[in-house]
């Protein structure tokens, strides 16, 4: 019986440091440009991240309240909504903004984007956000939204 008990505590001991070997290993972050003209639109050509411990895929978040009504404001008001609930879900998750690897943006208009993209940039660079973007342009979204934010964030 003793054998047994020492049998299991080695084996557990084992089981517990593989783990914490794996635990300890750094995520890296390396930012992938062949080209500098994205340096100054704030954002990479790709991101690859090797050994994270944590992803989070977080689907479209767009200007809907927290009573699950959408939003029937000017597209800037309902950008910032949109990046508000982001950062919501992000936090309730436990990561950050930095922690953002890629999104996605859709838009009912890019003639609207474009006037208003100033808002995201401001929060991309305020935030020190450095992530692969992709902007799609749709013909419509769910009910009276016009901008949609979708996001990976890694840890």
């Known amino acids: 019986m003793e054998r ?3 049998l299991a505590i080695v084996l557990l001991t084992i089981a517990n440091l593989r783990a914490q070997e794996k635990t300890e290993k750094n995520m890296e972050r390396k930012e992938i440009n062949p080209w500098t003209w994205q340096d100054e639109r704030h954002y990479a050509q790709a991101i690859e991240v090797k050994n994270p411990e944590r992803t989070l895929y977080i689907s479209g978040q767009t200007a809907i309240d927290a009573n699950g009504i959408s939003s029937t404001a000017d597209f800037k008001s309902q950008l910032l909504l949109s990046i508000a609930n982001l950062e ?18 859709y838009t009912t208009s890019f003639d609207e984007l474009g006037q208003n993209f100033g808002t995201i940039q401001e929060w991309i660079v305020s935030n020190n956000i450095r992530t692969a973007i992709t902007v799609v342009e749709v013909s419509k979204l769910f009910e009276t939204t016009v901008v949609e934010l979708e996001a990976t964030a890694a840890k």
Do not use: C, F, H
């Open 88 to 105: 919501e879900v992000l936090v309730k998750a436990g990561y950050k903004n930095t922690d953002i690897t890629r999104i996605t943006l």
């Open 4 to 6: 047994i008990t020492v």
